[in-house]
């Protein structure tokens, strides 16, 4: 009877042995990778850009006006000495009529070889005879009338008209600012309208972007012909946006 109780603990033993020999060896824990969602929202967007454009008229108050001296010699230092003489005497009516050295600077300096020419048998020949140099002087006015003064001086003072008059304005500036306003709410009404007519709903804003162009969109461009002694300028600004879009 003694045996009986042994038995049963061997048994007991052989039993858990057998079980945990059945069960499979465990596996680590694998953390589960979650895959975002498609962001159909995304997916359903389109874009939708405009571009408005506007311009804003301004009156001149500085004109540009450039005067041309010219000496010649046959030395460059000949040219330039009657070069600067003429010079010398337009600064000096100019100073006359109230305008500095601040507003009278020196915009051009050229040297020009004089060539003769002389045909034969042989063909032509060339050679150098003198020498002309050119000075540019560009005067800068706040009064656009005074332009018939300037060149009345230069005239007197041997000085040549080139001719080149350039218009600007000390509000170009501001009005810039005002044109690029006023291009910036163009745009984005012509964006809503293309949305509207496209049966979409506008979303979000993407970017608005100053289109630019050379620098003289800012300091301006176009001149009224209808009064050339009291123009008007023209400043254009151009502005592009875009927006999201998506069906409703």
């Known amino acids: 009877m003694k045996r009986l109780p042994m038995l049963l603990l061997a048994a007991l033993m052989l039993t858990l042995?057998?079980?945990?020999?059945?069960?499979?060896?465990?596996?680590?824990?694998?953390?589960?990778?979650?895959?975002?969602?498609?962001?159909?929202?995304?997916?359903?967007?389109?874009?939708?850009?405009?571009?408005?454009?506007?311009?804003?008229?301004?009156?001149?108050?500085?004109?540009?006006r450039t005067l041309c001296v010219q000496g010649s010699g046959d030395t460059v230092t000949a040219a330039q000495d009657k070069a600067?003489?003429?010079?010398?005497?337009?600064?000096d009516a100019l100073a006359q009529m109230g305008i500095s050295e601040h507003d009278a600077q020196t915009a051009y300096y050229g040297v020009e070889t004089v060539y003769n020419y002389q045909y034969s048998k042989l063909g032509q020949q060339e050679t150098a005879s003198g020498y002309t140099v050119s000075i540019d002087l560009a005067v800068r006015l706040d009064d656009p009338t005074r332009v018939g003064e300037?060149?009345?001086?230069?005239?007197?003072?041997?000085?040549?008209?080139?001719?080149e008059l350039a218009y600007e304005s000390s509000e170009a500036r501001d009005a810039y600012f005002e044109a690029l306003g006023a291009a910036t709410a163009d745009a984005m009404a012509q964006a809503i309208l293309l949305a509207e007519a496209s049966g979409l709903e506008l979303g979000r804003l993407v970017s608005v972007t100053e289109v630019q162009g050379d620098e003289s969109t800012v300091m301006a461009t176009s001149v009224s012909a209808e009064n050339p002694v009291h123009p008007h300028l023209s400043v254009t600004a151009t502005v592009e946006v875009c927006y999201t879009a998506s069906h409703p």
């Open 17 to 64: 042995s057998f079980a945990q020999a059945e069960t499979p060896a465990s596996t680590p824990a694998q953390t589960p990778v979650s895959t975002p969602a498609a962001d159909l929202t995304t997916a359903q967007e389109t874009t939708i850009r405009a571009t408005g454009t506007e311009s804003v008229s301004l009156p001149a108050d500085i004109v540009v």
């Open 84 to 91: 600067e003489q003429v010079m010398h005497s337009l600064k």
């Open 150 to 163: 300037v060149i009345d001086a230069a005239i007197r003072t041997g000085a040549q008209n080139s001719y």
